[in-house]
């Protein structure tokens, strides 16, 4: 068991750019989601799949924002025509469906746009 | 929705000292975890503790649910405990929407 992986871990892109990050969840993991860090805070829910269905979005989650998990394994992240205020940590984590839900993160994609 | 406030914000140490850092909940929830981040930016899982007292190493955890706090302990702290300590609650039973609070920042110095 590698983990919960993601990639690239760091990104920088030009203003108006499109990107796409990877996350490939811990093997036997259902669950899927992503989270959004920001410099001094804590992270903050994104989106999460349950297999290859997305089933909530925050409204944090533009229309620029697009998720998928097409065959209920990787997932990808695609922000188009970024901005400056999308400069964060991009966060992925897994989870079990059962009774223990203990969420494992990856290390992240560090997310620079300029 | 449910608020998540981390004390103390800031905490500097010396090499040995022992600390407590708590974490407050403003309703009831199903899930609690407690992460280090290190310098480079991952979450480390330190405990899933929804309720009672755990113990790992030079670490333990207490949540008191009925009273909506958690509490993790730091015993002889090392330089390599530095980071920044999340807790992060749920509600939800099952799909784990993670909460977090704005975190403490240690510093360890030797």
């Known amino acids: 068991d590698t983990g919960v992986s993601q990639d690239p871990r760091h990104k920088i892109t030009k203003r108006g750019q499109n990107v796409t990050f990877r996350c490939d969840p811990i093997s036997e993991h259902n669950r899927l989601y992503w989270y959004r860090q920001t410099l001094g805070q804590g992270p903050e829910f994104l989106t999460y799949?349950?297999?290859?269905?997305?089933?909530?979005k925050s409204r944090l989650l533009s229309d620029r924002f697009s998720a998928e998990r097409p065959k209920g394994s990787f997932s990808t992240l695609e922000i188009q025509r970024t901005e400056q205020g999308d400069s964060a940590m991009y966060l992925c984590?897994?989870?079990?469906?059962?009774?223990?839900?203990?969420?494992?993160f990856g290390q992240g994609t560090r997310l620079t746009v300029v | 929705g449910i608020q998540v406030e981390q004390s103390p914000p800031d905490l500097i140490l010396q090499e040995g000292a022992n600390s407590t850092l708590r974490c407050n909940f403003s309703d009831s929830v199903n899930n609690l975890q407690w992460f280090h981040q290190n310098p480079w930016g991952q979450l480390i899982n330190l405990f899933y503790i929804p309720s009672g007292t755990k113990q790992n190493g030079r670490l333990s955890a207490t949540t008191v649910a009925t009273e909506r706090y958690s509490l993790l302990y730091i015993s002889s702290s090392q330089t390599t405990d530095s980071g920044v300590y999340f807790c992060?609650?749920?509600?939800?039973?099952?799909?784990?929407?993670?909460?977090f609070g704005t975190g403490t920042r240690l510093l360890v110095s030797p």
């Open positions: 799949f349950q297999n290859e269905a997305q089933l909530e």
């Open positions: 992060a609650v749920a509600q939800n039973t099952g799909f784990q929407k993670l909460v």
């Open positions: 984590a897994s989870s079990w469906h059962g009774s223990d839900t203990e969420a494992f």
